[in-house]
Structures are given as structure tokens and as C-alpha cells.
């Protein structure tokens, strides 16, 4: 039998085939900076090349395997029959007119970027579903940028005249010719899959998750840069089926900005303080674990598995009720450090993750402080320093530069699934701090409260899962209420700490053994902690409702801070205990806390339920009709909460120009 082809022809082709897309999306990101200069050429003095091409191919690969599969499939299907004349012929008009459609999307976008400043997504096809008038806009464009078309229709020609095709001939004559051939194509094709899987995700450890469009700011110093790392064809397959941000008009413009804004404007009484701020989130560090928190469980005999933070809170400012607004890290990292809830999807998985956007420490920064994130993970995970890049940090520190400490034993200090154990990268980051210049603002993210839920060797006789008590997070959060106590030890002795907020949450909430903390509210229970240690906060336990997008405000007040700022959060400080309020959305569902009530929304605007959380914890009898103007005003006040987000999503207003 005479088949057309050596026997690893088509993988060599194939191989040959995806290095040429990787030319021809360069040449398209040439295009799309030249044809952008003046915005995009403006950080370049800043910005680092090599960062810029590890983002670029980053993002490049994940966009070539997506696009190519189809095609990848038919080259390395282990099958002798695709070494044919029309088998090939096939393949190779997929890989023509699935990459046409990329070239034009990235040229296209080119010249829409100009009105955006940002790559298209899938939004785009609502924005323009009603529009009659394309064909003749497009067609115009067309001719104002005829050089693009022109690059356009070289570089399809080029594709298809510069294809690979398998050549050469094979003898399948005998058995061991057909298990050499199918030996080798088994094997490519193996091999195929795992790096696949690794480059359409944009890493193979167990801390990445799959890249989306977020991830480019990690690559670039300004937010408009982030067109440069990202291609189009990307932008749209990670936000097909994504929830868009749509405008409900509840309000008109005017009646909106009555009702609600999340605009700042600081008094010209507030005292001026030039304190350190310092950040700590706790992993899954839920309410629940907290003793000093839940003094009225078991009769007033429950203890917790803190016995540090329980003193930390007899020293610090907390409340009441206190919650994030989300569920995930994801969620938690806006909401705590840039005041923005998470509606409908975790703001930086959504298209808005590209607008400009500021937090903590831009805002700080424009005072002259120092910002710096720390995560003991390996750098770029969870998309971290992403978003400590596009919220303004200075810098970013993670495992790498733990590794590169000499105090330290690097690697040997890593967990072996996620990240640096938190003792040890909590010191770290308390010796830092004492390097940096004051004031200083810092956020440290932990990570050994978590999944697989182990603890150090050395502590595993100390921190361990105790007879009766079925919760295996138990022993993880009393080591890292351990390493806590460690930390604010070595902090206590170091130069910057008397002149030092500590502000200290969980990103979210883990298992759960309390019914309390498995209702709609519970689940979303953490706690949030203010200490100054100059005593210039009279330790107290407050009245009223604290939540994650309440801190931004809150810290930029008690600094004294004097320049407007968005914040869809409060002063907890400065507002009285019946203003405080609570928001968020779960499984398409927004629920408002305001005084002794919580209503539920639906996000096709229609109210579903109302309960008075304070004498019906656990949400079993709907008061939906019956408590007058009371459930009519949180309806008016949430609606305008949830339009104010999303026009200021849509319309990129999510800083004060």
C-alpha cells in the first residue's frame, strides 16, 4: 500500500502550519500598534519588552490552539487515511478560513479601537444588534483604511501559498510498518493534548487558572496597553456565553444621582493622617471560625479556632454584621482593594476588567506612597498581579521573589500545591515592609487555609483534625491564625508599626459546620477588622452592617484623604448604623441588606422576597407585601445601585477624570 506522505509528515506540517500563525499575529499586532501610535506608543519608555512578548505569546498560543483544533485534529488523528490527497485538501482549507477570520478580526480591530480603547469582545454583537446602517459604515472604513485590507488579503494569500503540506511517499506494506506509523502518530498525538490543554489555559500548574482578558494587565503599565498583549480572536472566545453589562434605565440620570452615587467627594473637615495602611486577606478565613465572633453559639460556650484574631478583635473597631461580596478570590480582590461588588460575573473575568479603573493604592499613590501586593503563589497566579498592575501597586511580590530572599529557604518552604506556607511568607513580608519607605500601603493575600487542607509536618501533631470535629479546614485555620500571631510579633518590633493601620478580612468563606453559616447571608459572613495600634480607634464592637466594598472608603476617610474617588462602598466611620447596607449577587439573584430587612431581586427586575434577617436568620418566611414603604425603598435604592454599576461599567466611569 503507496500513501502519499512519510510517516510523521503531517505532524512536521502541522508543527510548520501553527509557527507560521504565530508570524502572521505578529505581523497583525504591528498593524494595530502602528495604526494606534499615539495611544499606544505612550508608556513604551516604561514598559518592558520582555514582559510584553511573554504576554503576547501568551495569549497568542491560547488564541492559535482554540482556532486550530479542528484543524489539529485532522492533522493528528492517529488514523493512516488523513495521509490522502482529499483528506489533506480539507484540512488545509480549515486552516485557511479558520485563520482569514482571525487576520481580519485583528485588522478590523484595529481600526475600532480608536472609538473603544480596548479589543473587541462579544459585546459587541449587542451593541450593534439593531443597527441597519453596518454595511455601509464598514464599507466606508474599508476604504479609509485600504492599507489594512491590502495587508489583509497578502497575508490569507500568503497562508494559503505558504501551507505545508505533508509530501514525500510511504510504504505501508507489512505489520510493522503500520505499528511504526501508528506508533509515532499515537505518540504526537498524546503529546498534543496535555500541551494543548496547558496553552489554551495559559499554564499547566494547579495555581493557574484559564487566562482571560484581565490577565494582559499583569504584561503592561497602563490599562490602554492591554489592546497591545491581547488579540482579538482571544477577546471573543473568552467572552462568548460571559453575561454582558446591559443598562436597565430604571432611572434617568438625574433621579439616579438623588438616589445613589458612588462618587466621593471627602470633606474639607477630615483629619489629615499620614499612616501606613497595611491589608491582610485571609484565605477562606470565614466568620464562622472566629470565637469572638460567635459568642452567642453553643449556649456562649463556642470558642472558635482563633484565639489570636479573637484577641486582635478585642483591640480593633468591628461590627455587627460583617460580609464580602462574593464568593471566590476573584470576586473578593475588587471589592476589598477597589470598592467594586460583583454583579452577575467577577469583575475581571467581564469586558470591563479593561476599563480604567483605580483602588487603594492609586488613590495613595497620588500622595507619594510605596504599594506593594504579596502572594506567596507562584507570580501571575489567580491573576494577582494582573490586578495589582491595573489598580496601581508599585510592585508585586510573590513566590519568585521569596525564593530570591536569602532569609528565606525559597522551595523549601513551598506547600507542594499552591503556595509558600503562610508562617513563613508572612515573615517575609513583615521584613519587607521594614525596607520600604514610608507611608506605605501593602495588601498580603494568604494561602494555607485552603484545599488540600494540610498543615506544615512540623505542626501536624499540634494543628490536626480532632476527634468529633468532621471540618478538615478547622486544623488550617488555626495554623494560619498561628502564623498571624507570628507575624504581628515580628511586625510589633519593626520601626513602621505604631504609625499603622491593619485592616484584615477573608476573601471569601470556606466549609461549613454551622447551619448559621449556610444560609444566603451566612455564606457570605467574613470578618473585617480595623487596629490601629497608636490607639487612635477606641476598640469597639459597632452596630450596623460592614461589607468588603466598604473598606476603600472607610481607610481613604480615616486618612483624611481630599480628592474624589469612585467607591460604590461607605465611610463605615462616618455613616450611621441605619445607612449601613449590604449588596451582592448570587446565581443570577441580587440581594440588599439595609437595617433589619434583606430583599431579594431578581436580575430581570422583579422582587421576590423580603425577610427580616435579624428575627429570621435563615430566611424561611417571606414578608414580601407586608412591610410597606420599607421594602418599596430598598427596592428603589438597590435598582439604583445596580444601574449606577452597570452605566459606569459600560461607559468606562469607574474613575473620576
Not at 525559597?410 to 513583615?430: R, V
Not at 455564606?523 to 477588622?529: F, H, R, T, W
Request: some cysteine; aromatic content about 16%.
Amino acid at each position: 500500500m503507496k500513501v502519499k506522505s512519510s510517516y510523521i509528515s503531517s505532524p512536521l506540517a502541522f508543527v510548520c502550519n501553527m509557527a507560521m500563525m504565530y508570524a502572521v499575529y505578529g505581523i497583525c499586532r504591528l498593524a494595530y500598534l502602528f495604526e494606534n501610535w499615539s495611544v499606544l506608543s505612550a508608556g513604551f519608555d516604561s514598559l518592558s519588552f520582555w514582559d510584553a512578548f511573554k504576554g503576547c505569546w501568551l495569549f497568542d498560543t491560547s488564541a492559535i490552539l482554540y482556532t486550530n483544533a479542528l484543524y489539529a485534529v485532522l492533522m493528528l488523528l492517529p488514523l493512516h487515511f488523513k495521509e490522502t490527497n482529499l483528506w489533506q485538501s480539507v484540512a488545509k482549507w480549515i486552516y485557511i478560513v479558520m485563520n482569514a477570520i482571525c487576520i481580519i478580526a485583528n485588522l478590523s480591530d484595529a481600526v475600532y479601537f480608536q472609538y473603544t480603547g480596548r479589543r473587541t469582545t462579544t459585546s459587541v454583537f449587542s451593541e450593534f444588534s439593531h443597527e441597519s446602517n453596518l454595511a455601509g459604515v464598514f464599507g466606508v472604513e474599508l476604504l479609509h483604511h485600504w492599507y489594512l485590507v491590502l495587508l489583509g488579503v497578502l497575508l490569507i494569500v500568503g497562508i494559503f501559498f505558504l501551507y505545508v503540506k505533508p509530501h514525500g511517499r510511504l510504504h505501508l506494506s507489512g505489520w510493522k510498518s503500520y505499528v511504526r506509523y501508528y506508533a509515532v502518530q499515537l505518540i504526537c498525538f498524546a503529546l498534543y493534548i496535555p500541551i494543548t490543554i496547558c496553552g489554551m489555559r495559559g499554564g499547566a500548574t494547579t495555581a493557574t487558572r484559564p487566562i482571560t482578558i484581565s490577565n494582559a494587565n499583569q504584561y503592561i503599565n497602563r490599562p490602554a496597553e492591554a489592546a497591545l498583549i491581547l488579540n482579538t480572536p482571544f477577546s471573543l472566545i473568552r467572552t462568548i456565553n460571559k453575561a454582558v453589562f446591559a443598562d436597565p434605565n430604571y432611572f434617568t440620570r438625574e433621579e439616579l444621582n438623588t438616589i445613589y452615587t458612588p462618587i466621593h467627594t471627602p470633606s474639607d473637615t477630615l483629619v489629615q493622617r499620614q499612616k501606613n495602611v497595611v491589608v491582610l486577606i485571609l484565605e477562606s478565613f470565614g466568620r464562622e471560625y472566629i470565637g469572638a465572633y460567635n459568642t452567642q453559639l453553643d449556649g456562649g460556650h463556642y470558642q472558635g479556632y482563633t484565639p489570636f484574631v479573637d484577641s486582635l478583635i478585642d483591640r480593633s473597631v468591628t461590627y455587627e454584621f460583617t460580609f464580602g461580596n462574593g464568593r471566590k478570590s476573584v470576586d473578593g480582590m475588587p471589592s476589598i482593594l477597589s470598592s467594586i461588588p460583583r454583579f452577575i460575573e467577577p469583575f475581571f473575568l467581564t469586558p470591563a476588567s479593561l476599563n480604567d479603573v483605580s483602588g487603594l493604592a492609586e488613590e495613595l499613590g497620588k500622595l507619594g506612597y510605596y504599594s506593594a501586593f504579596f502572594h506567596g503563589a507562584e507570580n501571575g497566579s489567580m491573576g494577582f498581579e494582573a490586578f495589582a498592575h491595573a489598580t496601581g501597586y508599585t510592585d508585586y511580590f510573590g513566590r519568585t521573589e521569596y525564593n530570591q530572599d536569602a532569609r528565606f529557604k525559597g522551595d523549601e518552604d513551598f506547600d507542594g500545591m499552591w503556595a509558600i506556607w503562610d508562617e513563613e511568607f508572612l515573615q517575609f513580608y513583615a521584613l519587607k515592609m521594614s525596607e520600604m519607605q514610608q507611608p506605605f500601603f501593602t495588601t498580603v493575600f494568604t494561602a494555607s487555609s485552603h484545599h488540600p487542607y494540610v498543615v506544615p509536618e512540623r505542626y501536624r501533631d499540634i494543628y490536626k483534625d480532632e476527634p468529633g470535629d468532621d471540618n478538615i479546614m478547622h486544623k488550617c485555620i488555626r495554623y494560619t491564625d498561628h502564623s498571624l500571631q507570628l507575624f504581628f510579633e515580628t511586625a510589633s518590633q519593626q520601626p513602621w508599626y505604631e504609625n499603622t493601620l491593619f485592616v484584615l478580612t477573608a476573601d471569601h468563606t470556606n466549609l461549613s459546620s454551622r447551619q448559621e453559616y449556610q444560609t444566603e447571608m451566612g455564606l457570605v459572613s467574613v470578618p473585617l477588622i480595623f487596629f490601629d495600634p497608636s490607639g487612635q480607634l477606641q476598640p469597639e464592637r459597632r452596630k450596623g452592617i460592614a461589607q468588603h466594598i466598604d473598606i476603600m472608603p472607610t481607610i481613604l476617610n480615616y486618612l483624611g484623604y481630599n480628592r474624589p474617588y469612585v467607591a460604590f462602598g461607605i465611610d463605615l466611620f462616618n455613616t450611621p448604623t441605619e445607612q449601613m447596607w449590604l449588596v451582592g449577587n448570587n446565581n443570577g439573584v441580587y440581594f440588599y441588606a439595609k437595617g433589619d430587612y434583606v430583599i431579594l431581586f431578581t436580575e430581570s427586575g422583579t422582587l421576590k422576597a423580603v425577610y427580616n434577617y435579624k428575627d429570621d436568620w435563615y430566611m424561611k418566611n417571606n414578608l414580601l407585601g407586608k412591610t410597606g414603604e420599607v421594602e418599596h425603598q430598598m427596592e428603589r435604592e438597590l435598582k439604583a445601585i445596580i444601574q449606577s454599576y452597570m452605566e459606569r461599567m459600560i461607559e468606562d466611569q469607574l474613575v473620576v477624570r
